[in-house]
């Protein structure tokens, strides 16, 4: 699966932020496609979904000491708040898919703990 699919992947499986926004660091903790990824291929991936249209980026600057400093890569996003919407099934599917796998996962581990 290409990186700009995981993360399409990771925001439909996942409630839809109240605030709108996600960060980096929650596909770096979330995403092991993301995660694995070298830090450019991880910011083009991103880039790509940007033009796509699902993702909008958050302009964020530090003010420090009077100056202004800009990040050298964005690291928060709003979610397009149609694509919640349009994918609820699916994202309904793939959280209960996930569920499965987390329940078979921990009888395997109470299995072999015996």
């Known amino acids: 699966m290409g990186i700009a699919q995981a993360i399409a992947k990771y925001l439909v499986s996942r409630p839809a932020p109240k605030d709108g926004k996600f960060a980096t660091r929650d596909l770096l903790s979330g995403c092991s496609v993301f ?5 450019h291929t991880q910011a083009t991936a991103l880039r790509l979904v940007e033009q796509f249209g699902w993702i909008r980026l958050i302009d964020t600057e530090i003010v420090a000491d009077g ?3 800009k990040k050298l890569r964005p690291t928060q996003f709003y979610v397009n708040p149609k694509i919640p919407a349009k994918f609820a099934a699916l994202a309904a ?19 072999a703990a015996k």
């Open 35 to 39: 995660n694995k990824a070298e830090e």
């Open 67 to 69: 100056k202004v400093y």
């Open 93 to 111: 599917e793939e959280r209960e898919r996930n569920a499965t796998i987390v329940k078979h996962l921990a009888e395997l581990k109470a299995k």
